[in-house]
């Protein structure tokens, strides 16, 4: 073989090996990207839940149902029974849409305040008024204030849904604020506190799920967190 022959065998495997070793790279590349940005899996996103106290609100309820809607979103509706009279449709909507609703007392009260059977009557009647509404009984009880009365679940089969999130929507109703205190202390499986009666809390709300969303949160009714 001439000098010539051999340095061309030599060129040809070394640009065989050069491309044996970039299909390599690229192959390995495109698996690591695969896993890096593949979607998660319904298990791999952390759940947490939206909840909204006392409502129905004729203007900003309707307003954040829709909001939750056009996102796919489900949320809990802690209603004040009272609230309820004259936004029965409302109300009947909040279910209609997939939302789970629960019992915020009927008239605001703060339990741990009242004699055993005032605190409830209450909340039976809250519950009532639920169930004249929408046919269903509520299982799912928010104490105003967060006071839950002692010894009250000897007597009511309801179970206390308290937060780990206070979005303290009510004091600040500044939409911004708001968003920044949620976004920054959520973690998985918490539930969020805020209000369905402050044109500001309606946009907050919405903005926490499209960022929340985006870091991969999935939102959830509380059921589904505390019967797990
Ligand atoms: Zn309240």
Redesign the pocket.
Known sequence: MSKNKIWLCLAVLLVLTAAAALKYSTDSFSELNIQTVGELSDEEHPKIALTF??GPHPVYTPKLLDGLKERGIHATF?L?GKNIEGNEELVNRIQEEGHLIGS?TYN?VQLNKLSESKARDEVLKGCNKIYETTGTYSSFV?P??GSWKKNLDFCITMIPVSWNVDSLD?KTQNTEKIVKRVVKDVGEGDIILM?DIFDTSVEAALQIVDTLTEEGYQFVTVDELLLE
């Open positions: 106290d006392d802690f004040i915020h605001h928010r105003p204030y009510w209000h």
